[in-house]
Structure formats: C-alpha cells, structure tokens
C-alpha cells in the first residue's frame, strides 16, 4: 500500500523542484529537421501521459510545426550513417550523455562512439521539464531505448524492401542489415542514402532485454573524457563570442531588500561601461571583468532592508511560522488506521523531535550565462538543468513568445538541484538588451552561496509505539517545511499519521539531491534506532521485524552481510545503519566508527552502501554516482549548515563553508545489487539518504550520544568529542 | 596603471595588456582564450585554477600577472604532448575519476605539481596534498587512485 503511493509520488515534481523561480521581471517591455541533419530516417517518440510529468503550467508551448504535441525523443539517423539522438535531458556530471549513448547503441547494434547526443538546446530538442528527480533513466532512457528500437526496425524494413525478403528473416549487428540466408549485407548509410523517412514511433517495439545487452549494463568510461582532462569541453562560463561584455550586478546588502537611490556617475565615465538599473535591478556590463568589477564598486547604493530571522532561532521560527490551513494541501497529509487509542494505551512510546539547517549545493562551477540578442530574438547559453524551465523565465521576464527565445545547455558543472532557474541567464539578458552587445555573467562564489536557493531547513517530530514483541503499532510524523519527498514510511505500521506543514521559509529554498528524502529518513532511521535500543533489540533486525518490501529487505540483508554486521565488534567501535526507499531505488548505508576515549577523536572507519536500481546500465557509473551521493551526504550529516542573519548569508565563501575535502573521505564502498529483470531507474539521489542516519546511529553505538540534529558536529563538540 | 607583460604558457611566448594585480586566472580566461583553468572561489580555497608556474601547482586566481611574466607556465591545455596525453591526465581518464569534471583541471595541475616533487607519494601524502583541492561530486576516491596509477606508471619527466 505504502510503495504504491510511493510510486505516484516518484512521477509527480515535489514541490521544491519547481519551487522560488527567479522573480525578476523587467517593467520595459515545422523545425525543418531534415534541412538541418540532411537526408536519412528520423525517429520521433510520442510521449506517454504514463511515462512523464503531468503538465504544471507554463512551459510546454511547441504547437509551432505538424509533429505531434507530446514527444519525449528523437532520433535520427543520416546517409553517411551518423547517428543523432536529441534530448532535452542534460549533463551535469551524472553521466547520462554516456549512459543514454549506451542504450541508443544497444538497441542500434552501433559502436557507441557513432552516437551524437544532442542535450538541452530549445531549438534542437523535444520539450522536457527538467533534469531532475532521477527521472532520466527510468523515462528518457527507456524512450530513447525505444526510438533507436523504432529506427533499427525501419532500417530492416528498407533493406527487406530492396530485396524483397520478409523483415522477420533479417536482423541487425554492427552498424549493418544481414540476411542470414542470402548472405547479403547492408550498411546503415547504404540504406538510408537518399531517403527522408519520418517514423512515428510504434506502440510496442521489442526492446532487447538486459540480460542480453552488450553495450548497455557494460562499465563504459564518459563518451567525451578526453575533453575534460585536457580542457578543451567549454562550460557554460567558458562561453565566448565576438563583442561580449562581461557583467556584474551590484547585490543588495539583504535579503528582499529595495532599492532607494543609486549614483552611477563614475561608473557611466568608464570607457564602455553600460550601467543598467531596472526596479531594483542595478548591473554594470565592461569589456573585462576586471573593469566591470571596478565600475560595480564605484557605484553607491542605497537600499531600503526589512529585520529577518537568523539561523539561531531558525527551528522555532518553522514551527511558528506555518502557512495557513486554507494554503495547504490534501495530498500533504497521508493516514491510515488510527493512531490515538494506540498511543492512549501503549506502555512503549518515544517521542523525538530532529531538526535539519539549511545547507547550499555550492557547485563547482557558479551560474553562469551568456546573452545575446538579434533583434528581438534572445539567445543564451548558461548552466541550468531545466533549459526549458529558463526559457519561460526569460520570455516572462521580457515579454516575448517562447519561439523568440533559445536556450542552450552546455554540459555543465554540476548542479544537485541547485540550477533549476535562470536567474544568471536574465541578468545576462538584461543586461545585453541595454549594452546592445553580448554579456556573459558568472556569478562570483559569495553570490553562489548567496543568492542561489538552499536546500529546505526543518524540523521532524516523531511519535511511535510498539508492542512488546518489537512490532510498530503506530507512527506519527510531522515534517515541517523541509518537504514531502521520501516522508512517507516504508515499514509495516497498521496506523498511521503523516503529514508535512509548510512553512513560509526565511531563506530562499528549492531542490537538492534527493530533496527532503535526507531529512525524513534521517528523521525516521534515527528513530528506528532510538525505538531499537529502548527495545534492547538489534537495530538491523528490528528494522527487518518491521519490513516485508522484498527489495529493501535484500539491500538490508546483503548490505548487512557484506559488511559484517553480526561479526562481533573491535572495542571502542560501532556500526550503524540507515536505508530505504527513494526516487524508485532501495538503499542501505552500513558505518563503521572508532571512538579514542583519551581524545574524543571520533573517526568514520568505513561506508558500505547497497543499493538496487534495477536493471544496472553502466555499473562503474553507478559506482562513481552512489560514492559521490555519500560523500556528498557526509558533508551535510556532519558540518554543512548555511548561517544566516537578518537577510545576508554569513559563511559565503568556501574558507567558511566547510565541504567534504580528501581528508573527509573515508573508505568507503558499494554493493550494487544488478536486478536485470527489472526497469533500471535513477541513481543520483537516492543513495544519498542512508548516510546521515547510519553515521549518528553508528555514533549512538559508541558514544550512546543520541543525534537529532543535522548537522551534528556542533553537538558532539559541545560535548568534547571530534568528529574526522 | 596597465602595463604589458610577457608571459610564457605553454612554451609559447605572449604579450598581454593588464593591471599589474590582475589574477592570472582571468588574463589565461578572458585575454588568451585558455579557458581549461576554472574559477571556483576566488580566494585559493577550492584549487580549480590551479596551474604550474616553474612546474609548481599555483592557484591562479591569487596569482598577480605581474609576479609570473617571464615565468614559465604550464596549464591543462599545455600538458599532453603532441596527441600523447600526460600520465596523470591518462590516469583520470582509465579511473574515471570525475563526474562533472569542473575541479579535473585543476586536480590534474595539482597532482603533476605532487609527483614533480615526490616520485612515489602514499596515499596519506597524496590526500595531505590535494586537501586544497574541491571536488564537490565526491570522486575523491577515484582521484587518489588515479593519482597513485599515475605515478606507478610516469617515471619519465614532464613539465
């Protein structure tokens, strides 16, 4: 019942990824396929309602040729027998430009390097809301599996038309046509040569299974390596062209803040300086950025600021500060059985309360956006992983038609949720619409960890009771303001309460990898292990006591065995365990720590994480996507936390805000459980939820210090302890 | 006051006009099109600028053009030979040791900076030196491998 909901709410956007849009808005005012590929077969995939994001407005307007309206995929396949596969799904680092070639290549019989990915361009590409909610394996791989299944049948379609044999007798390798019997062969480029063939994609296409891949499931290194370790790849902040500027914008001191008066005198004196001031907009653009720093620091502003919370009085503010009843929704709120008589009459109940700060994406690579206009048709490049999503943003923001303009996506650095808006790509754009010449903006590392979007802060509390053979008869859980994803349990508990409160957020907030589902499992596995030792029982085999989801006991129970779980422990050490159930994965994160009693060092031994994601596309991906997620997730579970007050971020650079450097890392390993006879979905976020958990249960182990807030370095040094 | 400065990257000779404390992260970026070198922070933190001045990894972005002209200096795109690509950036390659490859640049600039001064570093030695380096994707792992690969494997001198 539980997984089932679960599923729905696997294909629904949680609220947080379309959540804080950049809110600027300024006061002032049939692509022809075959005439750009050339000859050959194209392949397009009509969507399925099933397969995708239901519509959230906005957005999906490309009524402007004869294709269908709802399409997912393309595909096509040229006389010379190149092979271009157009997505609107883009590359931030998690592999996909590699692991959809692979697919494409599978089902085309190519060598992968034959394949050319076109990503994320407006022009080139069918609609897609986002990159996001690991959504690019289960759906666009699958669709792109199924158009590069649609082209290989039309290919044998032509090649049995040529020799009048029947389709059925022949088959597909190596970029060729066979027919066993006659022996006859035909390049793909032969067969193509001459032709325009445009190919709805059937309603059911036999697609290889996996057992039988031999370019899927195979470990394949990054199609375009090379250009990342020699420099050439250009990054979004790397783009350049003819005549460009560089922008700055001059940043108010807070939060919302107004602006009053600005004296841009010496600034406008700069040789080529163009000052913009646009409501409360106010941005330079110089031939270097140099000098566009320089004009930026010359000008004097005056801003008008509002008193706002700060970060020490943050968890009492969420609980005071929830949105009124009649701005929530239904879906918010999950229940079944009933709890009360259960918690009226059981001798065995815990209550905690855990509470979760706000912490930055803080990419590598900052926003990043360069604006060129052509009369009234705008074109930008930037690193988002919703180019679509930027598209409606910028055509809101200058009153154009979405035709009128084009975003492109250069593979980009990194993202985790944190560049789903455009905000660098309109600065950009307002900018060059004064300058009249292009202007590129690259946000500064104070600007990233300022004005970018964080991932929701929150406060979980958590009522339970159990029946004295280990049984949980009830569960109550209110998340308030860190979101719904991964809130609901996956444990078997007959009664049942689960909401979310939303809250009206003193921080811009948004999506993060794996959105809330860190917070709420941390809440809920931290709690697992609270209600296990009140019980004296074994934290793995109480969670197992109250588990019958097949999938997450086997990432427990092989997870638990890989990593010895019930070998008897080194003294002074402690293992812990957190796990579940997200974005269609099912994780278990196994730690092992050491405490030194004489020094209160306490040090993360090692991190086994099993995980199955079914069907197993590129394995040494995978590996590379779940040890990222963990050591990702090790710096929010143990000192990431965005301080703030009265509208400004206090640690803004990266001296003060602590990410997970080498030293940080410990061994750390992956079991990957390969399901080929089922559906491979996402891997980016969800192994990311089992970290925080396992680490503050393993601490509990060996300090019997019970950890509820994340981060939770603070506490443990308030206690004299040490974490590395 | 602008001056000109001549400056030596990559075994090629340039001329460039700049503010003697302009970073040498931006004139590689904005003047001479070498745009391998990333910026990440700004103030030396996350080691994605990281570039050889004199074979030695320098944060190029706390780097004044004024104190490297004259200097030899060596970035990403200087570092294979001909086709033939520097072990270290081999390494990564065949560990795979990057996601959004963002830091590669500048983790590539500062492990040959390491193995020009320490042939053969342990792993502790390795992680002691790239602690300045941000990989926010966490392929930490996979870079101390590669690093540790290169070095088995690049007895022969480079820059």
């Known amino acids: 019942m539980t997984r089932k909901v679960d599923f729905a709410a696997g294909l629904e956007p949680e609220r947080y990824e379309l959540h804080s849009p950049s809110s600027v808005i300024f006061e002032t005012g049939r692509r022809d396929f075959f005439k750009f590929l050339g000859a050959g077969i194209f392949v397009v995939c009509a969507a399925s309602k099933a397969a995708g994001f239901q519509e959230s407005g906005g957005g999906r307007r490309n009524g402007e040729d004869n294709l269908p309206q709802e399409i997912d995929a393309w595909l096509h396949i040229g006389d010379k027998g190149e092979i271009t596969a157009f997505t609107g799904k883009v590359e931030v680092g998690q592999n996909i430009r590699t692991s959809l070639s692979q697919a494409i290549a599978e089902e085309l019989h190519v060598p992968l390097n034959s394949i050319q990915l076109i990503m994320g361009d407006t022009q080139l590409v069918p609609f897609d809301m986002g990159t996001f909610g690991s959504r690019t394996?289960?759906?666009?791989?699958?669709?792109?599996?199924?158009?590069?299944?649609?082209?290989?049948?039309?290919?044998?379609?032509?090649?049995?038309?040529?020799?009048?044999?029947?389709?059925?007798?022949?088959?597909?390798?190596?970029?060729?046509?066979?027919?066993?019997?006659?022996?006859?062969?035909?390049?793909?480029?032969?067969?193509?040569?001459?032709?325009?063939i445009t190919q709805l994609l059937p309603a059911e296409d036999p697609l290889i299974p996996a057992a039988q891949w031999k370019i899927a499931g195979q470990s394949v290194p990054k199609v375009d390596g090379r250009d990342f370790v020699t420099g050439k790849h250009r990054y979004p902040s790397d783009y350049k062209v003819p005549d460009m500027l560089y922008g700055k914008v001059v940043r108010p001191p807070s939060f919302g803040a107004t602006l009053l008066s600005a004296d841009t005198h010496e600034a406008e004196q700069m040789p080529s300086v163009t000052v913009v001031r646009d409501g409360n907009f106010l941005a330079v653009a110089a031939p270097s950025s140099a000098l566009a720093a320089k004009a930026a620091a010359s000008i004097h502003a005056e801003w008008k600021s509002e008193p706002q919370p700060s970060n020490k009085e943050l968890f009492d503010y969420l609980k005071k500060n929830q949105l009124p009843p009649e701005e929530r929704n239904d879906n918010l709120r999950y229940e079944t059985g009933n709890v009360e008589p259960v918690f009226s009459s059981s001798v065995h109940r815990l209550n905690s309360t855990y509470n979760i700060n706000y912490i930055a994406h803080a990419p590598l690579e900052p926003r990043a956006a360069l604006a060129q206009w052509n009369g009234d048709q705008l074109t930008v490049w930037t690193g988002t992983q919703r180019p679509f999503g930027v598209r409606s943003e910028l055509a809101t923001a200058f009153h154009l038609p979405e035709e009128k303009v084009r975003v492109l996506m250069p593979d980009t650095g990194s993202g985790y949720g944190g560049k789903h808006t455009g905000d660098a790509a309109i600065e950009a754009a307002r900018l060059a619409r004064t300058a009249k010449r292009p202007v590129k903006v690259v946000w500064t590392r104070e600007e990233e960890f300022t004005w970018a979007y964080f991932r929701p802060a929150g406060v979980i509390e958590i009522s339970s009771a159990v029946d004295h053979d280990g049984k949980i008869a009830a569960w109550e859980f209110h998340n308030y303001n860190s979101g719904t994803a991964g809130f609901r349990t996956y444990y078997d508990i007959p009664n049942q309460r689960i909401e979310f409160h939303p809250v009206k957020s003193p921080l811009r907030q948004g999506s993060y990898r794996g959105l809330a589902a860190t917070a709420n499992h941390f809440a809920r596995e931290v709690h697992m292990d609270e209600i296990a030792a009140s019980l004296q029982m074994d934290p793995l085999e109480f969670r197992l006591k109250n588990l019958k989801d097949q999938r997450l006991r086997a990432v427990?129970?092989?997870?638990?065995?890989?990593?010895?779980?019930?070998?008897?422990?080194?003294?002074?050490?402690?293992?812990?365990?957190?796990?579940g159930y997200e974005k269609l994965g099912y994780v278990a994160t196994f730690v092992e720590v050491s405490l030194t009693p004489a020094t209160g060092d306490i040090k993360i031994e090692r991190v086994l994480t099993a995980f199955d994601c079914g069907a197993i596309v590129n394995p040494d991906g995978l590996r590379n996507q779940l040890i990222g997620a963990n050591i990702m997730g090790l710096g929010g579970a143990i000192f990431e936390a965005v301080e703030f007050e009265n509208g400004h971020i206090v640690n803004n650079l990266f001296s003060k805000y602590r990410v997970p450097r080498f030293r940080d890392v410990p061994p750390m390993e992956a079991l990957l459980i390969d399901r080929k006879d089922l559906p491979s979905v996402g891997a980016g976020e969800a192994p990311i939820v089992g970290v925080a958990p396992a680490i503050a249960n393993a601490i509990f182990a060996v300090t019997r210090i019970r950890l509820r807030t994340l981060p939770m370095a603070p506490l443990l040094v308030s206690q004299g302890f040490q974490l590395s | 006051m602008p001056a000109k400065y001549a400056l030596l990257i990559n075994g090629q000779s340039f001329s460039v006009d700049a503010e003697p404390d302009a970073s040498l992260l931006s004139i590689l970026r904005e003047q001479l099109d070498l745009t391998g070198t990333k910026y990440g922070c700004g103030e030396g933190q996350c080691g994605a600028c990281t570039v050889l001045v004199e074979g030695r990894a320098h944060r190029s972005c706390l780097t004044p053009v004024s104190t490297v002209s004259g200097k030899s200096i060596t970035t990403i795109e200087g570092l294979a030979k001909d086709d033939r690509l520097h072990p270290v950036q081999q390494a990564f390659l065949d560990e795979g040791a990057m996601q959004c490859a963002y830091c590669t640049s500048g983790m590539i600039m500062s492990a040959v900076s390491l193995l020009n001064n320490k042939h053969n570093p342990s792993d502790a030695e390795i992680i002691q030196f790239m602690q300045g380096n941000i990989c926010r994707c966490g392929t930490h792992p996979r870079i101390v491998a590669a690093i540790r690969k290169a070095s088995a494997a690049g007895k022969e001198s480079h820059p």
Do not use: C
């Open chain 1, 556 to 579: 427990f129970e092989e997870g638990g065995k890989q990593f010895g779980w019930n070998k008897p422990g080194t003294a002074n050490h402690g293992f812990g365990v957190g796990g």
């Open chain 1, 137 to 196: 394996t289960p759906v666009m791989n699958l669709q792109l599996r199924r158009v590069s299944a649609a082209a290989r049948d039309a290919l044998i379609a032509l090649a049995a038309k040529q020799w009048s044999v029947d389709p059925a007798l022949l088959s597909a390798a190596d970029g060729k046509i066979l027919d066993p019997r006659s022996k006859r062969s035909a390049t793909y480029s032969e067969l193509v040569k001459g032709q325009q």
